[in-house]
C-alpha cells in the first residue's frame, strides 16, 4: 500500500466511524443506507487485500516446516510404541511399517512426508487397543492424525501466497478508485441534505473528509474467537457462528463471527476499547481492554447458554505492544 493510500484508508475509517455513531441520523433514508453500505464493503475489501498484499511467504514456508517437524515428532513416538509392541508380538510385518525416521520425514519430498507418516498411522490403529503400555493410545493416534491434516493443508501454500499477493495489489487500486468515487460522486452529494437539518452532523463528515498526510496506518486489531462451551455434552468448545459482537469506545464498530467463530476490528488507534458479544440463547459477555500501543490485541469469549439472563462484565489491561 502506498504513502498516499494509507492517508486516503485513515479517511475512510474516519468517515465509517462517523457515520456509525450517526446512524440514528440517516439510516432511514434508503439512499444514504445503500451508499453507506456499498462504502464500507469497499472499505473491508481494502482492509482484506490490504492483509494479503503484506503477507509474506515465508511465514507460510516456517509454518509448514514446523507442521512437518511437529507431525514427525508425534509419529516417530507412535512408531516407537508399534516397534515394540510388534517386537513383544513377534509381527514383523508391522515392525517394518513401523520402522521410519525422524530425519526420514522432515526430509522427505511434501507428500512423501504426510504419506510416511499416515501409513505409521495406519498400520498401527487396529492393534491401538493393546499398545497403550508401549506408549500408543487411541489419543495419542488421533493427536497424529491431526497433525498429518494440519500439515497436509498447508502443502503448497507459499506459492499460492504469492500469486495471492500479486493479485491483492492489483485488487487494492480498484476499491481505493471506487471508494473514491462513491465518497465524490454519490455520499458528499447526499450528506449536503444534512446542512440545515443536521449542521453538527454535515460539519462532522466535512471535517473527516479532509485527507491528511500522516504516512502510517491505524495499526490497532483486536481480534478473537466465539466459543460455545457445550456444558451438557462435555465435548469441548465449537466455534460460534453468526455471533454479534460490537465495538465501543474509542471507536464504534460491529461484527459478525464467520464460520471459524472468529471476528477482527482492524486499523483502530490506541485507547479504551469495550467489546459485547450476543447471540441467541446465550448470555451476553463484555469485555473492556485498554490498549496503549499499536499492535494485535486476541480477546476470547467462550459463551454460557441462558440460565437466568444477565450479562458477564470483565475488563482487562493489554500489555504494551510492538
Known sequence: ????????????????????????????????????????????????????????????????????????VAAIAVANAGKAYATATSNQVLFDAMNHTKSEITRANDTDADDICQNIHDNLLPFVANTTAYGATSASLTNLQNLINAYSALIGKPALQKSIVSNATIT????????NALLKNSLDALMAQYQTSNAVFYNQYNSVRTINDIGHRHSVIITGFIYDNHPSTGSGQAALVGASVNLSG?????????????????????????????????????????VTANGTEHIDFTMVAVAGGGSTPTTTQAPASN
Open 172 to 179: 487494492l487500486a480498484q476499491h481505493f478508485s471506487a471508494s
Open 1 to 72: 500500500m502506498t504513502r498516499h493510500q494509507i492517508n486516503e484508508l485513515n479517511m475512510y475509517d474516519a468517515v465509517e466511524q462517523l457515520l456509525n455513531a450517526n446512524t440514528a441520523i440517516w439510516s432511514s433514508n434508503t439512499a444514504m443506507s445503500a451508499t453507506v453500505a456499498t462504502f464500507i464493503s469497499h472499505v473491508n475489501a481494502i482492509n482484506a487485500n490490504d492483509t494479503a498484499q503484506k503477507t509474506s511467504s515465508i511465514g507460510t514456508t516456517v509454518t509448514k516446516e514446523t507442521a512437518q517437524l511437529n507431525m514427525a
Open 250 to 290: 474509542a471507536a464504534t464498530h460491529h461484527k459478525t463471527t464467520n464460520a471459524t467463530g472468529e471476528y477482527k476490528f482492524t486499523r483502530l488507534h490506541p485507547g479504551s476499547f469495550t467489546v459485547t458479544v450476543s447471540a441467541s440463547g446465550f448470555v451476553t459477555q463484555t469485555k473492556t481492554i485498554n
